[in-house]
């Protein structure tokens, strides 16, 4: 899209966003605001990235900011398996064929998300009439084909997501544990790698940072792999993090041994939840700048990472409005750096000075 001067610009925006055909209202941003500030892909030494859905790409549109901030894109939605999967060999490529198409025509990098996710099993696989073997095959088929349709374009995987169970560390007894058994994590990750020998392949998980079980847990799968030659590149912590909890001693902890483990490392789905107990109805001044110095923190102990453990750090989501977290804990959220007039917030400037003053 040819850039417009800022006014105009974001008098496009409004009149397409009010003109949407999606189902989300229209966000329209006001002429005031201002698109001067520094992205944070130019300040970067490693990818920046955002999670967007497809839907949102035609009916509220997000374009000009996107690119203007961001250097990588991951599907929140459509490239997990139930989306994508209708069945066995039949695919809904068009989604993710229109993610994709979008970052190219940006410049961006894809991050795909995710292969294999209890939560996203879909119905023909998780009632799978077939034996075991038949299961595994089906995987692999499954596997195979998304990997390989974008072979080059989809530059690293999150080939499994949340494999243990809270407080526990313990296996989830998810339909891949119960047919392929409890190495089902090594087999999906060769898998992967069959398909295609370049991609970088991740581990993704949230509670690390929290849970020790849940820690220990990855951090034994790691090894096991590592013993085993499992073919694994990275592991994404999910950063679902509130404005002050956990301590960032947790993080950097975790992240420590990661890079012990030559490990990349992504923050993979970075929001900042500023009213995690329910006690603001607005965004107030002062949990915006606290919302600021956590980003700023955290930005800044990803930073002192050695670089080519640096994978990249990716929000899960654009504008405030965008987030999970608000039908998730059904309080008023503001979570990440845009507000909903496609505003920087404080958060966003927190990002940046921890960019630019870095060592
Ligand atoms: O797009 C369809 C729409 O066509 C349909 O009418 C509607 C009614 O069901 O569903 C819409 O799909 C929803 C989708 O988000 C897109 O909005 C799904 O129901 C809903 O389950 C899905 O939620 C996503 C969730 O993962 C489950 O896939 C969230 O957006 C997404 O933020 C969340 O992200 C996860 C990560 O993948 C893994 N880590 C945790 C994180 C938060 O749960």
């Given at each position: 899209m040819r850039r417009l001067a800022a006014p105009l610009f974001l008098l496009v925006c409004g009149i397409w966003a009010a003109c949407g055909k999606g189902s989300e209202p229209a966000i329209v941003a006001p002429e005031s605001t201002s698109t001067e500030y520094r992205g944070l892909k130019d300040a970067a030494p490693y990818p920046v990235g955002v999670a967007l859905q497809a839907s949102r790409l035609e009916s509220v549109p997000r374009n000009g900011l996107v690119e203007k901030v961001f250097s990588s894109v991951t599907?929140?939605?459509?490239?997990?398996?139930?989306?994508?999967?209708?069945?066995?060999?039949?695919?809904?490529w068009d989604a993710v064929d229109r993610l994709v198409d979008y970052a190219e025509a940006r410049n961006m990098q894809v991050h795909g998300h995710?292969?294999?996710?209890h939560q996203t099993t879909p119905a023909w696989l998780e009632n799978f009439a077939g034996d075991d073997a038949a299961f595994e095959e089906a995987v692999r088929v499954y596997i195979t084909d998304v990997v390989t349709r974008y072979r080059g374009r989809v530059?690293?995987?999150?080939?499994?997501?949340?494999a243990f169970e809270d407080g526990?560390?313990?296996?989830?007894?998810s339909a891949f544990r119960r047919r392929m058994g409890d190495d089902y994590l090594e087999r999906v990750f060769q898998m992967a790698r069959d398909a295609d020998p370049s991609v970088l392949l991740f581990y993704n998980d949230y509670g690390s940072i929290w849970d020790e079980a849940k820690k220990t847990a990855i951090l034994d799968m790691v090894d096991r792999f590592q013993t085993n030659d499992v073919p694994l590149d990275g592991v994404g912590l999910q950063m679902h993090v509130t404005y002050n909890s956990p301590p960032l001693e947790n993080i950097t902890d975790m992240m420590n041994e990661l890079v012990r483990r030559g490990l990349k490392i992504h923050m993979s789905e970075l929001d900042i939840r500023a009213n995690p107990d329910g006690d603001l109805t607005t965004l107030t001044a002062a949990r915006s700048e606290a919302q600021k110095a956590r980003v700023k923190a955290i930005v800044g102990a990803f930073n002192d990472l050695p670089e080519a453990n640096r994978f990249a750090i990716t929000l899960w989501g654009l504008l405030d409005p965008d987030s999970w977290l608000i039908e998730f804990w059904g309080n008023p959220e503001?979570?990440?750096?845009?507000?909903?007039?496609?505003r920087p917030k404080p958060a966003y400037f927190g990002f940046l000075e921890a960019l630019e003053e870095r060592s």
């Open positions: 599907a929140e939605y459509e490239m997990k398996m139930e989306p994508l999967s209708t069945g066995p060999g039949q695919y809904a995710t292969l294999v996710w530059i690293s995987w999150d080939v499994v997501n949340e526990t560390g313990a296996l989830r007894n503001w979570p990440l750096l845009f507000d909903s007039q496609f």
